[in-house]
């Protein structure tokens, strides 16, 4: 658990936004930069006939983003929730039962201890997780430092390998989903793995810096900026850490963002759309729709890639928020935010969590905080079903707080009501 819990942190504080934010960097004007790059205008390119050729293609990929949070691979699915669990110089590979409310190695032998390679859930290092179609794929690196990439049954079964002997650091973040397999970044290249075959199919070269952000036809969505371009040729630094810093950030707030849908086949891109960095504190694209929120602005953006139509949502949006992430779930956009601290305030400073139907414009505030209403910290939704959430919250114990790992019901953790029910582990 507490190794989980460090992963989760690492990677929270890591990668939040590179995985499926494309933020906009918001700064304040100071005085006159060494040099300064034009203003960037910001513009919706989506072009009707582009984007039905798009969608008209041979191929269709779904997009994995909402499943993740905050740049972490969920493996997930309707029924239940994989992770590798530390035990000590070891870890078991596991599955909590959404309905059961309990987590167990995936282990079919009965009386196992579950304490020795005998064990078909024991792993010797942590191990990457994510699900394609009936199959849980397991990626890690093995001893001689190359990267491997095995499957199995999501109930338990044979093991099989896929991939082995990639000299590269590989991540297990999915790209994209298509019937059942997953597009993956092995060695630079895109590959798409068919568990159920046991075979993988290598495309196109990825682009430079390359950010998966979701999935439109055939195509992934993915989010450039020129930033690093404008730095190398306007940035001059003059020794003064503090203004050199400010300078860096008074020439990302002009960069231009693009989202493009690039043919993980091919290698063509497509631009969909641009704008501004210094307009928007957040984007992301979910379900084919690009939303977007303005920095100091009372209401979010929604833009349908496919048409290019965009309305307004959440026009009771607290502007006075610093947003710090976000993330979909059960259709709605939630976004983290953190009050700017004050004297008056400092023992109740904390940070909030806001919920945004997609649907509806609705804006809900969640107030659920750690289990027993003690403490600030949020209960942070790892996974879901139809009915339920799977959260993160810590304890309001005597002592020394602890992690928990609860499952609460959608509609009592939107009305505040602390119903979570613990997750049991059963070995």
Known sequence: MERFLKRTTRAALGVALAAFL????????????ASAPPASESATQTNGSTV?????????????????????????????FYECVGQGEHFLLCRIDYAARTRTPLCGVEGCAHGDESCPAWRAGWRELAVAGDWLLEGGMEQDGTWSLDAQPLGGGERKNVLSGVQEYTSL?????????????????????????????????????????????????????????????????????????????????RATATLAAWDPRTGEDTPLAQWAAEEYDLALVWDGKLLRH???????????????????????????QTIQTAYVRDGRLMV?????????????WKECLFALDLQSGELT????????????????????????????????????????????????????VDSMEPIRDVF
């Open 52 to 80: 039905e050729k798009l969608l008209d293609g041979e191929h269709t990929l779904t997009s994995t983003v909402a499943r993740a949070y905050m740049g972490t691979p969920a493996a997930e699915t309707d029924s239940g």
């Open 22 to 33: 494309l933020a906009g960097c918001a700064g304040q004007e100071t005085g006159q930069s």
């Open 336 to 348: 983290e935010t953190v009050w700017k601290p004050e004297p008056d305030n400092s023992d109740t």
């Open 294 to 320: 303005g920095a100091g602005r009372s209401n979010f953006e929604v833009t349908d890639l496919a048409t290019g139509g965009t309305t307004a949502l959440g026009e009771n949006w607290p502007a006075e």
């Open 173 to 253: 973040i999915p790209m994209a989903e298509e019937e059942g397999s997953l597009w993956i970044a092995v060695e630079g290249k895109a590959a798409r793995v068919d568990p159920a075959a046991g075979t993988v199919e290598y495309g196109a070269a990825l682009p430079e810096g390359f950010q998966p952000v979701g999935a439109l036809g055939g195509c992934i969505l993915h989010r450039t900026s020129d930033g690093d371009a404008l730095l190398n040729e306007y940035y001059k630094a003059t020794g003064d850490l503090a203004a050199d810093e400010q300078q860096q950030q008074d020439i990302l707030n």
């Open 365 to 416: 505030e969640i107030t659920l905080r750690n289990h027993g209403g003690q403490g600030t910290a949020l209960a942070r939704i790892l996974g879901e079903n139809a009915d339920n959430f799977y959260v993160i919250c810590s304890t309001a114990w005597e002592g020394k707080p602890e992690s928990l790992m609860a499952m609460i019901s959608k509609a009592d953790y939107y009305a505040g």
